[in-house]
């Protein structure tokens, strides 16, 4: 079992009159090599309960088993070195946190850190840099001359560097022109493929739920309402109206046919699945 | 970073809350000039029971203020210890090289806890009270005089406004680049002064290129709605001088009144 969240919550900034719960109660789990996505409103929890993954957020009750490292509100921060390296996290923007001379000490500055030599991190970084379509001419330059399509690019690298089992997305499309959504989409799709890398990416877009999640879980004010496959997920429209998520865009075609009185073989997700099932419909 | 609360607003109804931000700002500062005039104990017990009222009005929980007082809690001992030994007159209870203990310096280094107690009491709850706008208000309507002798009170106003409204926004950011880096594999707060010295580039090159990314587009956006600076521009956010205010005045100058009194 890769994760598994038992009885979690946290408090930010508890005994204050700031206090506030962002992870109320969780329970889930998350197996080894699955592409999850998680979603929910903003200021659901979905960040801080992504926090916990690597242990840049402890618990306030309840424990976290990740890989066989358990933490609780008492593990202290020197325990949580290994932990770091196994579970790489892309934040929001994550081009925002470049800050070295060149593209390529950029992305090497991970592997640096979790204790590989000079030559052995920049030969990684380089590696990931083709990984994820960084030409070899920009790895010289500074990273903010880059586009921010490339910078993001940049900062994925240098996630990647560090060779993580498991890799946390924080809404990496953000801000991204279609085909640089597509082309990041494309990445994640054949680290899980290729990689076996156990994926949790955060989103609002359900057509990336469908088109690339296996299993889903949904958080709302901080509590687990939903926590498995994505087919299960999106077969009740109803449900996902009243907790102010979506259906992917096929699907909520596919859900207007149906009040117009259609029937489906279980609601199709994408376009693919709509257009085979509407032609032998329509046979 | 969420320990500090000087500078931090905290919502309520109660009477201060609702004081001209002027009148508060006035006042606190001249809070600070009265507490000099302190130099008894039944001065002291008037300004100390004063103060204790003025926290109380404020509806907000005692702890709170304590809290506030305990991040100075090293600044405000060591002054006491200085004043405690190296303070001549009165009796001489001990003496050690150039390390006395007098009567004189107890009494002067009580003294000097209470004054910086009570003044960063008076200034916690002004801040605790007002939120950071109006005191930018409060600020550029006391400093409009200072037009006369060609200061620019309108842009100083504008900047720390901007400044203000930015605060939370850049503590957030700092936060995340925070987290991105840990992520990344830096232990902050490791090693010698010099590692953890070098430790704040991952956090503070970013932190530039964005503030200043977001000058920019700031400066682009303001310009597209109209800004040209100046005094022409008009004031949205009106302030207005109530009974309370004028009530708040007149409790301090009898305040004064009383202590200059009691003063021996």
Known sequence: ?283 | MSNIILGRYIDGGSIIHRMDSRAKLILSLYFIVIVFLCNNWQTYALLGIFTLACVLLSKIKMSFFIKGVRPLIGLILITVLLQLFFTSGGTVYWQWGPFKLTSFGIINSIYIFCRIVLIVLMSTLLTVTTTPLEIADGLESLMAPLRKIKVPVDEIALMISIALRFVPTLMDETQKIINAQRARGVNFGEGNLFKQAKMLIPILIPLFVNSIKRAEDLAVAMEARGYQGGPNRTKYRQQHWHLVDTVGIVVFLALTGGLMLLRG
Not at chain 1, 21 to 29: E, R, T
Not at chain 1, 198 to 208: A, R
């Open chain 1, 1 to 283: 079992m890769a994760i598994e969240f038992k009885h979690v919550s946290y408090t930010y900034q508890a005994g204050t009159p700031f206090e506030q719960q962002a992870l109320d109660d969780i329970s889930v789990k998350i197996k080894d090599g699955s592409f999850t996505a998680l979603v929910g409103h903003t200021g659901s929890g979905k960040s801080t309960f992504i926090q916990h993954l690597n242990g840049l957020l402890k618990p306030t009750a309840g424990e976290i088993h990740i890989n066989g490292q358990l933490i609780t509100p008492q593990t202290k921060n020197k325990e949580l070195d290994d932990l770091r390296h196994q579970v790489g996290i892309l934040f929001q923007f994550s081009e925002n946190q470049l800050f070295e001379e060149t593209v390529l000490k950029d992305i090497a500055f991970a592997p640096k850190n979790f204790g590989k030599s000079e030559s052995e991190a920049e030969d990684l970084a380089r590696a990931k840099a083709k990984l994820v379509g960084i030409d070899d001419q920009l790895l010289e330059r500074s990273p903010f001359e880059l586009s921010g399509g490339q910078m993001r690019r940049v900062a994925l690298a240098g996630i990647l560097a560090m060779e993580p089992q498991i890799l946390v997305l924080d809404e990496p499309l953000i801000g991204l022109d279609p085909v640089g959504k597509r082309e990041t989409m494309r990445i994640f799709k054949q680290l899980h493929e290729n990689e076996k890398m156990t994926i949790l990416i955060v989103t609002h877009n359900m057509d990336d739920v469908a088109d690339y999640a296996d299993q889903v879980i949904a958080l709302e004010r901080g509590k687990l309402i939903a926590a498995q496959s994505k087919q299960e997920f999106f077969s009740d429209p109803q449900w996902l109206y009243q907790h102010h998520l979506g259906l992917p865009r096929a699907a909520e075609f596919a859900a207007q046919l149906m009040q117009k009185g259609m029937q489906w073989d279980g609601l199709p997700l994408n376009v693919d699945e709509l257009a085979r099932q509407l032609v032998t419909k329509l046979k």
